[in-house]
Protein backbone atom coordinates (compact mmCIF):
# COMPACT_ATOMS: atom_id res chain seq x y z
CA UNK A 1 0.00 0.00 0.00
CA UNK A 2 1.44 3.27 -1.26
CA UNK A 3 1.01 6.61 0.68
CA UNK A 4 1.10 10.04 -0.46
CA UNK A 5 3.13 12.98 0.70
CA UNK A 6 1.04 14.68 3.44
CA UNK A 7 1.10 18.42 3.80
CA UNK A 8 3.37 18.08 7.29
CA UNK A 9 5.63 15.90 4.91
CA UNK A 10 5.46 18.66 2.00
CA UNK A 11 6.29 21.27 4.86
CA UNK A 12 9.26 19.48 6.12
CA UNK A 13 10.72 19.34 2.72
CA UNK A 14 10.35 23.27 1.73
CA UNK A 15 12.12 23.69 5.27
CA UNK A 16 14.48 21.08 4.08
CA UNK A 17 15.27 22.78 0.89
CA UNK A 18 15.68 26.27 2.45
CA UNK A 19 18.06 25.26 5.25
CA UNK A 20 20.05 23.97 1.94
CA UNK A 21 20.04 26.87 0.27
CA UNK A 22 21.08 29.37 3.22
CA UNK A 23 23.62 26.86 3.45
CA UNK A 24 24.89 27.47 -0.38
CA UNK A 25 24.65 30.71 0.67
CA UNK A 26 26.55 30.84 3.50
CA UNK A 27 29.37 28.75 2.07
CA UNK A 28 29.02 31.24 -0.97
CA UNK A 29 29.62 34.65 1.66
CA UNK A 30 32.47 32.85 3.43
CA UNK A 31 34.07 31.98 -0.11
CA UNK A 32 33.61 35.66 -1.50
CA UNK A 33 34.58 37.44 2.15
CA UNK A 34 37.31 35.45 3.53
CA UNK A 35 38.91 33.94 0.66
CA UNK A 36 41.40 34.64 -2.13
CA UNK A 37 39.04 32.42 -4.19
CA UNK A 38 37.37 34.81 -6.90
CA UNK A 39 34.28 32.90 -8.11
CA UNK A 40 32.72 34.22 -11.44
CA UNK A 41 29.51 35.86 -9.19
CA UNK A 42 27.20 37.71 -11.40
CA UNK A 43 27.35 41.62 -10.82
CA UNK A 44 24.41 42.14 -8.13
CA UNK A 45 26.44 39.84 -6.04
CA UNK A 46 28.98 42.06 -5.61
CA UNK A 47 26.59 45.39 -5.36
CA UNK A 48 24.27 44.12 -2.64
CA UNK A 49 26.96 42.28 -0.27
CA UNK A 50 25.77 43.22 2.90
CA UNK A 51 22.19 42.23 2.38
CA UNK A 52 23.26 38.30 1.95
CA UNK A 53 23.89 37.60 5.36
CA UNK A 54 20.54 38.91 5.91
CA UNK A 55 18.89 36.61 3.67
CA UNK A 56 21.10 33.71 4.90
CA UNK A 57 19.71 34.65 8.22
CA UNK A 58 16.19 34.95 6.49
CA UNK A 59 16.34 31.73 4.99
CA UNK A 60 17.19 29.89 8.28
CA UNK A 61 14.80 31.10 10.67
CA UNK A 62 11.92 30.25 7.34
CA UNK A 63 13.45 26.34 7.68
CA UNK A 64 12.90 26.51 11.30
CA UNK A 65 9.30 27.45 11.19
CA UNK A 66 8.35 25.17 8.19
CA UNK A 67 10.20 22.18 10.45
CA UNK A 68 8.20 23.28 13.66
CA UNK A 69 4.85 24.02 11.75
CA UNK A 70 5.20 20.72 10.44
CA UNK A 71 5.74 18.57 14.00
CA UNK A 72 9.52 19.12 14.19
CA UNK A 73 9.86 14.97 13.74
CA UNK A 74 7.99 12.25 12.39
CA UNK A 75 6.26 10.04 14.55
CA UNK A 76 3.22 8.10 15.09
CA UNK A 77 0.86 11.22 15.39
CA UNK A 78 0.57 11.51 11.03
CA UNK A 79 -0.06 7.73 11.02
CA UNK A 80 -3.35 7.63 13.48
CA UNK A 81 -6.58 7.74 11.69
CA UNK A 82 -8.50 6.60 14.50
CA UNK A 83 -8.37 5.82 18.04
CA UNK A 84 -6.64 3.17 19.27
CA UNK A 85 -8.19 2.82 22.38
CA UNK A 86 -11.78 2.40 23.83
CA UNK A 87 -12.12 5.05 26.51
CA UNK A 88 -9.39 7.85 28.50
CA UNK A 89 -10.01 9.05 32.10
CA UNK A 90 -7.78 11.92 33.25
CA UNK A 91 -8.13 12.18 37.29
CA UNK A 92 -7.23 15.38 38.64
CA UNK A 93 -7.56 18.39 40.43
CA UNK A 94 -8.20 21.96 39.86
CA UNK A 95 -4.79 24.82 39.47
CA UNK A 96 -2.72 21.44 39.02
CA UNK A 97 0.08 22.25 36.65
CA UNK A 98 1.19 18.81 35.75
CA UNK A 99 -2.47 17.54 35.27
CA UNK A 100 -2.82 20.69 32.69
CA UNK A 101 0.07 19.35 30.85
CA UNK A 102 -1.08 15.91 30.72
CA UNK A 103 -4.83 17.47 29.13
CA UNK A 104 -2.22 19.66 26.87
CA UNK A 105 -0.39 16.68 26.01
CA UNK A 106 -3.38 14.12 25.66
CA UNK A 107 -5.03 16.99 23.13
CA UNK A 108 -1.88 17.00 20.65
CA UNK A 109 -2.64 13.05 20.04
CA UNK A 110 -6.44 13.19 20.06
CA UNK A 111 -6.19 12.17 16.41
CA UNK A 112 -5.21 8.96 18.25
CA UNK A 113 -6.89 8.66 21.19
CA UNK A 114 -10.53 8.61 22.47
CA UNK A 115 -12.25 11.59 23.90
CA UNK A 116 -10.51 12.09 27.09
CA UNK A 117 -12.81 12.58 29.88
CA UNK A 118 -11.75 14.32 32.94
CA UNK A 119 -12.16 13.75 35.86
CA UNK A 120 -12.12 16.05 39.52
CA UNK A 121 -10.91 14.27 42.18
CA UNK A 122 -11.65 17.02 44.31
CA UNK A 123 -14.52 16.29 46.97
CA UNK A 124 -14.53 12.26 46.76
CA UNK A 125 -13.40 10.37 49.46
CA UNK A 126 -12.85 7.55 47.42
CA UNK A 127 -11.05 8.90 44.63
CA UNK A 128 -8.91 10.98 46.71
CA UNK A 129 -7.55 8.28 48.99
CA UNK A 130 -6.72 6.34 45.54
CA UNK A 131 -5.02 9.23 43.29
CA UNK A 132 -4.62 12.53 45.82
CA UNK A 133 -1.13 11.86 46.15
CA UNK A 134 -0.15 10.97 42.21
CA UNK A 135 -2.48 13.42 39.90
CA UNK A 136 -2.70 13.39 36.79
CA UNK A 137 -3.58 9.83 36.52
CA UNK A 138 -3.95 8.46 33.38
CA UNK A 139 -6.22 5.45 32.26
CA UNK A 140 -6.59 4.01 29.48
CA UNK A 141 -9.36 1.00 28.36
CA UNK A 142 -9.59 0.64 32.01
CA UNK A 143 -5.65 0.06 32.97
CA UNK A 144 -4.02 2.94 34.80
CA UNK A 145 -1.13 3.76 32.58
CA UNK A 146 0.69 7.14 34.09
CA UNK A 147 0.79 8.64 37.35
CA UNK A 148 2.22 12.16 37.99
CA UNK A 149 3.92 12.33 34.65
CA UNK A 150 2.81 11.00 31.38
CA UNK A 151 5.46 10.58 29.21
CA UNK A 152 5.52 11.18 25.69
CA UNK A 153 7.41 8.26 24.62
CA UNK A 154 5.41 5.97 26.41
CA UNK A 155 2.13 7.46 25.08
CA UNK A 156 3.32 7.26 21.23
CA UNK A 157 4.68 3.55 21.87
CA UNK A 158 1.01 2.42 23.58
CA UNK A 159 -0.40 4.45 20.21
CA UNK A 160 1.97 2.55 17.97
CA UNK A 161 1.53 -0.95 19.68
CA UNK A 162 -2.41 -0.67 19.32
CA UNK A 163 -2.35 0.65 15.84
CA UNK A 164 0.22 -2.78 15.24
CA UNK A 165 -3.06 -5.17 16.62
CA UNK A 166 -5.66 -3.24 14.36
CA UNK A 167 -3.39 -2.88 10.93
Not at 3 to 8: C, D, H, L, S, V
Not at 60 to 74: D, E, K, P, T
Amino acid sequence: MTKGITRQGLIRILGSLLLWAAGVLAVMIFVDKWTDLNPPFPTFWFTSRNFHVVICIGLIVLSWLCHRHAGGRQDSRAAATLPAFQSMVLYGKPDCCLCDRASDLLAEYSHALPEVQKVDISGDEKLESLYAECVPVVEIDGRVRFRGIVSVRLLERLIEAKQRQHS
